[in-house]
């Protein structure tokens, strides 16, 4: 199955590792694998583990929303995020 792209991520906060997401195809929750795609070519999957708004733990994220996303390594400002 081809990875589509479902948002991308507006902002990192290095110091807690924590990307914020904008979802603009589909939704997400928590056990789903993500791909994110940083313009620079990198790249990495991992599962999604933690997804808070405005720091109230959320299991599902739905088209449309803004909410951080727990991450495994750095990401970068407008990096692609793809299910």
Same mark, same amino acid.
């Given at each position: 199955?081809?990875?589509?792209?479902?948002?991308?991520?507006?902002?990192?906060?290095?110091?807690?590792?924590? $990307?914020?997401?904008?979802?603009?195809?589909?939704?997400?929750?928590? +056990?789903?694998? %993500?791909?994110?795609?940083? #313009?620079? @070519? &990198?790249?990495?999957?991992?599962?999604?583990?933690?997804?808070?708004?405005?720091? $109230?733990?959320?299991?599902?994220?739905?088209?449309?929303?803004?909410? +951080?996303?727990? %991450?495994?390594?750095?990401? #970068?400002? @407008? &990096?692609?995020?793809?299910?």
């Amino acid at each position: 199955m081809a990875d589509k792209k479902i948002g991308k991520v507006n902002h990192y906060y290095d110091k807690i590792a924590v $990307a914020v997401v904008k979802l603009t195809g589909g939704d997400l929750k928590i +056990g789903d694998t %993500v791909k994110l795609i940083g #313009k620079d @070519g &990198s790249e990495f999957s991992q599962e999604i583990t933690s997804m808070q708004i405005e720091h $109230a733990n959320i299991e599902i994220a739905k088209k449309g929303d803004e909410f +951080g996303l727990k %991450v495994e390594k750095e990401v #970068k400002t @407008g &990096s692609e995020v793809t299910k």
